[in-house]
């Protein structure tokens, strides 16, 4: 039997390298600083999400929610942007949480099948966000520091020999430590945090045992219900922090963005490798696989600037759809040999 | 009260010894006695509450609004049949509803004359459809992917698909004759509410009375038993798709004939969700097995019915959808409760 | 022997499911350090026995008391904790994860920062493997090693927690010989340790290596209990299928009657088929107008053969022939286009199609032939439905009735007519009586003499040698996967068919 997830997880990591390379000999400017950090920025959004998400699928169950969970938040968090950025982002995860409170309770206690509890949930939070804000998106407040964390980095704390025009190269290197993009900290953290969750703690265990086989999990004693519950909650926390993020990045709240994110993160985690039926999964491969989609993005970008050739930004997700579609057929193909074996 | 409710009388108690019913009577079961009761219930609620409630007026914006939701969700009401899910739905309606215009205004080949146009253009564009539906069917009964991951593909890239090919522009159009299919009126009710009701009742009657629509409930209620009494399981799952996608592509050319415009990016957004709750309201197993195709009508009626009782009561359009939410968990969770 | 309190002690067990009584006053006593095989066929009340024991199942009425005190598992963690683990006869592992993982799952060790600690517990598996001669990458997924080293893998989970009673549902049942006396050389290093062992296994040859004493089962009473030593292989089929030796010639127990045997040419022929692990040399034929058994003890290949034949699952080796033509059947449908039909041992899982009504399960492989341009033939349906319904006598309120509301023995007969209304040449049963009450039992087997009377062949398995005996003209039998045996006319005696089954030849002695 092939190692599935480290095959698949290899080969989105070799795409991302041949992409990346490939647009810095092709492109000008596609590794230049300010590229590089609004390609973090923007989708340090969807690794949030996509890492949720990456643990609901290892279960074998299915978010949703995720994009009007985090567009929810959004809301909330701009509402409480005037006091400050602890009330904001305070606000946006309480806001994720609850949803993910509530995706648990549905599945894990009235044993409603994942995708259509998420989608019920995924109905009332974008309802929810709609009457909070009236239906228009919700300025965020300037006042306050609450947009660093969507825009934000340490670049202004950065002593002066970094920022200098004779830093040099030790000192470009620490500068760039200084102006990572804050949002993408955070979800740097998250996916620390994620993995050593996974791979450290027996609760990220019992999440690949339960679905690995929920019924020789309930077996071993595990207590699979309640590791079910949490991984909603963790989906809608990381969705809300998706959310404050979305607020702080574009200065509103909006309660109509996150329309087709929890695809856009389903597709990222199968691109990772994960394997849809659960069991076997990976925190850093979905990382990995967020940032091949949304570089892929980028390089269309790229290549319309060059004048060749005029493609609309629309085949992105042709392309999207097609690099799934090559996933999920090479892992039916891995699945079915691994079990023929 | 309103016509649609003529087409589907009272139901027949299904109680058992009786012979198999005949006709629309035989399509209604047991099972549709507490949706109905719901839907009576909204309509009486609304004669005696909402203003201007029993007009001809109110009835056509009602019947309009379902229309396209009650024929995608012929389609998904078959695919989940089967045990299966179909997300690309919404795309498939860009796909037929961005290829259209072309064809009958002659841009993409001639056409001899106006009304070759228009039959073509509406038979290429709902074949297209039912090829990618085919599409959806290949990876689900060949590869064995998961339903909803195999018709995830389509759903973003087949929108992609039509906004590529109109490059993302609005199609403005001006073809009357053509507009005919979604808001030409027999007998005083839009043309489209007849197709509606046509594909219901031919589905339905399909759904029990073909080989066929037994075949889909019995791979759907027991997959290993239906292919041990020879069932082709794997040609019944790829034809559901394909009939989903045919009714998309239906539902595509009548969003854009009765918007006289086609807009890729538009056309079927999000309609997956409202389709799914369509089905789970109206009493169909998602687990397979057991399915009602009035019920995913009368699930389409009720969920627009109390957004329109909401809306018509003052409440905000925006709570109408948490109430959609409710009513779907609660559906699926009675189905539950039903079962055990 | 001692007179002592055993180690384990089930006294007066009585447990229904439902009205069906699974148990009534059955009883298990086992001694420290002792190994007891535990024997019945199907539905016996083995299963039942275990799962009341390791707290899957609460039982109605009786006491247990282990290592000296009441014993009261709820749940088969508390009996794990308890001291009595359970290795399941599906393997109850996660293939995905690791060894390791598989072995600490649920009581992992953690560090002082609350984490895993990886390296105790990696090293932890691998000294507990050690003892069991298992060495292996621990940190690679279970699902890569052999069923053998998951098997041990199991064991190795169930004795690490101290277990002083260790449950075994056939667990050899996927492994090869080297694996068994690997398992065996594990047993009696348990035994070593003073842990007692349930062992529970349809191989004859095994109980008789590795157990000390037999408890056999039947019909949810424990009927006899003897070391292993004092009885004969013969004799613990004879008893497990409730036959006195000395009454083996007493007249029939069974509806079968003698049929007209009007025996016509030869409709099906196998010859040294293989199927995976269980099917190594299975060969028999079916003539029409016959009856043939195929009988054997569960596991040896019976019902993999059958589907071979059926077309619903591979054969490597051997051929098949149907009418002297050879098969190659990939699908059920090819076999069903041929003229074959086939009832799964399985009804639930494999027959009937729970939510439909007995209209549409008994029509549901005609379909094609009763429809015009795909479109069913209401009529002829109605008309087909109701002689069968009648013919066969299936009992139901009306022929919408749902199936799943109908006994066993009517869900059969339904299963039976979908077959019979397609006018098969052959018709393959696996365990056609199982689960069915009495009466319903005795108008099955005459449905089926009646029907080979007619000119159907018939290839019935089954696990009731009475069955096996008076109603069948021919007789394979099927040891470890190999035919051992062809039994004819007067041949087919219980003794020839238990000594087949018991050392694989007829003879008795």
Redo the contacts between chains.
Sequence with gaps: MPRLHASAGFGALLALVLIITFGAWRYDGFISEYNVLSVLRYNSMFALVGLGMCFVIMTGGIDLSVGSVAAMSSVVAAYLSPYGLVAGLAGGLVAGLAAGIINGFIISKMKILPFIATLATMLAASGVALLLSNQQSVPASYETNFMALGQGDFLAHAPEWVTGDDAGLLGGLIRILFGFPIPAWIALIAYLVGSLILNRTPFGRHVLAVGGGEEASRLMGLPTDRTIFFVYVMSGFLAGMAGVILAAQFGAGQPIEGVGWELFAIASVVVGGTLLTGGKGSVGATLVGTLLLGILFTVLNFENGMGWISLSAYWQSVLRGAFLLVVVILQSRLTRSAAAA | MSSALENAPAPVPGSVGTPPRTGVASMLSRGHVGTLAALIALLIFNFLFTPHFATMQTLSVNLTQVCVIVIVGVGMTMVIATGGIDLSVGALMAIAGAFAPQIFQGLLFPVPNLYVGIALGIILPVILAGCFGLFNGWLVANFRVQPIIATLILFIAGRGIAQVWTNGDLQVFKVPEFQQIAIGRVFGVPFQVWIMLALVLISAWALRRTVYGRQVLAVGGNEQAAWLAGIPVRRVKMLVYVISGVCSGIAGLIVIAMNSAADANLIGMGIELDVIAAVAVGGTLLTGGRATIIGTLLGALIIQLVRYTLLANGVPDAAALIVKAGLIVLAVWLQRQDRA | MATAEPFLSMRGIDKSFGNIPALTGASLEVNEGEVMALIGQNGAGKSTMIKVLNGFCRKDAGGITFNGETWSAS???MA?RGGVSTI?QEI??????TVT?NIY??R?L?NRF???D?RRMHDGARALLAEFDVDVDVRR?L??FSTAIQQMVAIARAVSFESRLVIMDEPTSSLDEHEVAVLFETIRRLKAKRVAVVFVSHKLDELYAVCDRVTVMRDGRTVAVSPMSEMSKLQLVATMLGRDLAEVRRAGATAFTEGTRAIGEELLSVRDVAVGRRVHDASLSVRRGEIVGLAGLLGAGRTETARAI?G?GPHEKGEIRLLGKKTDFT???DA??AGIG?C?EDRK????????SV??NLT??L??A??RA???D?ARQ?EIVLRFIKEIGIKC?????RIRELSGGNQQKVLLA?WLCMNPKLLILDEPTRGIDVGAKAEIQRLIRKLADDGLGVLMISSEIEEIVEGADRVFVLRDGRTTVELDGAAITEPAVMGAMAHGHGDVE
């Design positions: 749940s088969p963690e794990q399941f109850n592992l996660i293939p995905f994860r993982e799952l649920g992992e953690k609350g984490l895993l990886l997924p699902g890569e059926y619903a699908e059920p449908v069903i286009r086939f799964s899982h494999e027959g009937i199609i729970p939510g439909m209209r549409e549901l492989a379909l094609p009763l429809s795909g479109i069913v209401e109605r309120s009306s022929p919408e009735q979908r």
